[in-house]
C-alpha cells in the first residue's frame, strides 16, 4: 500500500487490538477456569465481535492472515497492508 | 500449526531514534528471561505436562511470540535510522560490526540467545514453577528497562508487556494448584 495511512486505519486496528485482547485474556483465564460459564459466553461474544471487524478491516486493507484463512484479492494482496512493524 | 497474523497484539511507538535504549530491550528480545526464551520453553514443556494445562502452555507460549514481535518492533523502529556513528556511542559497535542495523537474538551485554537458558524437567511441578519464576524474572527485567528509559511512548508498550507477565504468572500459579490435585488424585488411586 502506498497511501499514507489514515486515522480510520488506525482507529479500526486499534479496535481489533481491544477486543483481540479481551480475548487473550479470556483465553488465558478460561484454561485454568474452563467451567465458568458467564466468561465462555463473553469469550463467543468477543470471538464474533473479532471476526466482524476483522472482515471489515481486510476489506479495506488486505488480508490478515494466510494459508485460506484470509481471502485473496486480484492480484495476490498479501503484502497491501504495511508489516505490523512498519505503522 | 500455526497462523501468522498481521498486527501486533498492542501498538508500539516511540518518540525518536534512541540506539541505547534498543541495547537494553535486546535483553527481553534474546536474553535468559526474554520472549524467545518464554516462548521456546513453554512449547517445548508442553507435550510432556499433564493434559490439563497443555492448553495453557500452548497459549502462552503463543502469546510470547506477540511479544517477540512487539520487542522487535520496537527494537526496529529505535534502531533503523541510526548512523554507524550513534550505534557506535549507544554500545552498539560490536553489533552494527556483526550486523549492521539487523535483529539478533542476544542479550544487552552481546551474549548470543541459548538454549540453556530454558530448562524442561519432565516433573510438571518442577517445570510449572520454572515457568511461574521465569514470568516473574521477565516481569522484574521489564521494570528494570523501564527505569533506564524516558521514552513515554516506548513506555507504555513496555508497561503493558509487563503486566501480561503479571498475568501469565498469576495463570501458572493456578495451574500449579491444578497440578497438584491431579498429582493427590493419581496418589489416592
Ligand atoms: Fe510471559
Redesign the interface.
Known amino acids: 500500500m502506498n497511501e499514507p495511512l489514515t486515522n480510520a486505519y488506525y482507529e479500526l486496528?486499534?479496535e481489533?487490538?481491544a477486543v483481540?485482547?479481551v480475548l487473550?485474556?479470556l483465553?488465558?483465564?478460561l484454561?485454568?477456569?474452563p467451567w465458568d460459564n458467564e466468561a465462555v459466553q463473553q469469550f463467543n461474544h468477543h470471538a464474533h465481535q473479532s471476526r466482524q471487524l476483522k472482515k471489515q478491516y481486510e476489506k479495506q486493507y488486505g488480508?490478515?492472515?494466510?494459508?485460506g484463512?484470509s481471502y485473496s484479492g486480484y492480484p495476490w494482496n498479501w503484502k497491501e497492508?504495511p508489516?505490523?512493524?512498519q505503522v | 500449526m500455526w497462523y501468522y497474523e498481521k498486527k501486533l497484539q498492542y501498538p508500539v511507538r516511540v518518540r525518536e531514534c534512541n540506539p541505547r535504549l534498543a541495547k537494553f530491550l535486546i535483553e527481553q528480545y534474546g536474553g535468559a528471561d526474554g520472549e524467545l526464551a518464554a516462548a521456546l520453553r513453554y512449547l517445548n514443556q508442553r507435550y510432556s505436562i499433564p493434559d490439563k494445562v497443555i492448553g495453557l502452555l500452548t497459549d502462552i507460549g503463543t502469546e510470547e511470540f506477540a511479544h517477540l514481535e512487539m520487542i522487535a518492533t520496537m527494537v526496529y523502529k529505535l534502531t533503523k535510522d541510526a548512523t554507524p556513528e550513534q550505534m557506535k556511542e549507544a554500545g552498539l559497535g560490536a553489533h552494527y560490526v556483526n550486523h549492521d542495523n539487523a535483529l539478533f537474538y542476544e542479550n544487552a551485554s552481546g551474549t548470543p540467545w541459548t538454549a540453556s537458558y530454558i530448562q524442561a524437567k519432565g516433573d510438571p511441578i518442577a517445570d510449572i514453577y520454572e515457568d511461574i519464576a521465569a514470568e516473574e524474572k521477565a516481569r522484574a527485567t521489564y521494570q528494570w528497562i523501564i527505569n533506564m528509559s524516558d521514552d513515554p511512548e516506548l513506555n507504555d508498550g513496555l508497561k503493558y508487556l509487563r503486566e501480561r507477565e503479571v498475568v501469565h504468572s498469576q495463570r501458572f500459579r493456578e495451574a500449579a494448584e491444578i497440578l497438584k490435585e491431579e498429582r493427590g488424585k493419581k496418589v489416592f488411586f
Open positions: 486496528l486499534e481489533i487490538q483481540d485482547f487473550c485474556e483465553t488465558l483465564y484454561d485454568t477456569h488480508p490478515l492472515f494466510q494459508y484463512m497492508a508489516w505490523p512493524w
